[in-house]
């Protein structure tokens, strides 16, 4: 890492927001592609809540549910959980999102600049982002300010990245089981 990491990590925000700017007029992307050696579906839909459900929560869902990862109760916890997304998440336009951001997939290059790798890139709510990017450990605080000093998110974010990252710790669940179950169950509870 670089001598001046509140300066580094203040220009990944900053370069992050911007990779957010690139718009697009649905959500989702013109194919299918991965999530680690998940196929991620994207089809493209009008409104971030139905791409949510549809795209990233139900087919992680039913393969838990299919693997004996998650029971019939954590299934009708999220169908209730669908009903109040609408309510929970602002609306934002279709930002363009790496969609695996977490640290493993950050790199300094050799002028000590960020770089990402390993993109699932769609075109997503940026929370979707932000969210993973605090799942495993989090990034400097420094990131997240340059971010918002850059493209300020909607007033509760902080709230809500439990219930954006429940799609990759679905993800985990169905590729690791492990304890992403409880994970789960415990944001399962806060909403519903």
Not at 64 to 73: F, S
Not at 124 to 141: K, N, Q, T, V
Not at 165 to 181: K, Q, R, S
């Amino acid at each position: 890492m670089p001598s001046d990491d509140v300066g580094l990590w203040t220009v990944f925000g900053h370069a992050l927001a911007r990779l957010h700017g690139n718009a697009a007029p649905h959500f989702g992307l013109d194919r299918d592609n991965w999530i680690g050696p998940l196929k991620q579906l994207n089809a493209r839909t009008s409104d971030w809540t139905t791409f949510f459900i549809q795209q990233r929560l139900e087919p992680q869902v039913k393969s838990a549910r299919d693997n004996h990862r998650l029971g019939m109760g954590e299934v009708l916890r999220f169908e209730r959980l669908y009903m109040k997304l609408p309510v929970l998440i602002p609306t934002e336009p279709p930002a363009l999102l790496h969609g695996d951001l977490w640290h493993g997939n950050f790199l300094c290059d050799e002028r000590e600049q960020p770089v990402l790798i390993d993109p699932a890139v769609y075109f997503g709510h940026r929370e979707m982002d932000i969210a993973m990017s605090r799942l495993f450990g989090g990034f400097d605080a420094s990131f997240y300010e340059g971010y918002n000093a850059e493209r300020p998110l909607e007033r509760g974010w902080e709230e809500r990245m439990d219930l954006h990252n429940l799609y990759p710790l679905l993800v985990h669940l169905n590729l690791f089981e492990g304890g992403y179950a409880q994970q789960v169950r415990a944001v399962l509870g806060r909403y519903v």
